[in-house]
C-alpha cells in the first residue's frame, strides 16, 4: 500500500516557477515508477511525466518537455516535479501516481494516487 500526498501548488503569473511536491508512505516506494498527471476543468486528465523506480529513466508529454523536470528522492520517499517557464494552458490540477512498473503512460495503469495540489497560472 502507498500513500500520497501533493503539495507546492499555487498561483503563478505566466513564466514563472513552481516546484510541487509528491511524499509517498510505504516502505516500497522505491519499487514504484512516479508519475505526474493534470486535469483541467472540462478536460480529460494528461500524462505529464513519469521517473523510473531509479530515477534512471524520466518522461515527459511534449507540452511539457524543456520546461518541466521530474526527480525523486527515494530516501525521502518524494518525487518533484519542477514547472518553470509556466504558462496559462498549465492551470490544471495536478496528481502523482505510483505504478509497480518501470514505465506507464495512462492513468488507468497507475496503482495509487494522491488528492491532487492546484496550479493556477495567471497571464
Known amino acids: 500500500q502507498v500513500q500520497l500526498v501533493e503539495s507546492g501548488g499555487g498561483l503563478v503569473q505566466a513564466g514563472g516557477s513552481l516546484r510541487l511536491f509528491c511524499a509517498a508512505s510505504?516502505?516500497?516506494?522505491?519499487?514504484?515508477?512516479m508519475g505526474w498527471f493534470r486535469q483541467a476543468p472540462g478536460k480529460e486528465r494528461e500524462f505529464v511525466a513519469v521517473?523510473?523506480?531509479?530515477?534512471?529513466?524520466?518522461y515527459y508529454a511534449d507540452s511539457v518537455k524543456g520546461r518541466f523536470t521530474i526527480s525523486r528522492d527515494n530516501a525521502k520517499n518524494t518525487v518533484y516535479l519542477q514547472m518553470n517557464s509556466l504558462k496559462p494552458e498549465d492551470t490544471a490540477v495536478y496528481y502523482c501516481?505510483?505504478?509497480?512498473?518501470?514505465?506507464?503512460?495512462?492513468?488507468?495503469?497507475?496503482?495509487?494516487w494522491g488528492q491532487g495540489t492546484q496550479v493556477t497560472v495567471s497571464s
Open positions: 501516481a505510483a505504478v509497480l512498473s518501470d514505465y506507464a503512460g495512462e492513468p488507468y495503469e497507475y496503482d495509487y
Open positions: 521517473i523510473s523506480w531509479s530515477g534512471g529513466s524520466t
Open positions: 510505504g516502505r516500497t516506494f522505491s519499487s514504484y515508477a
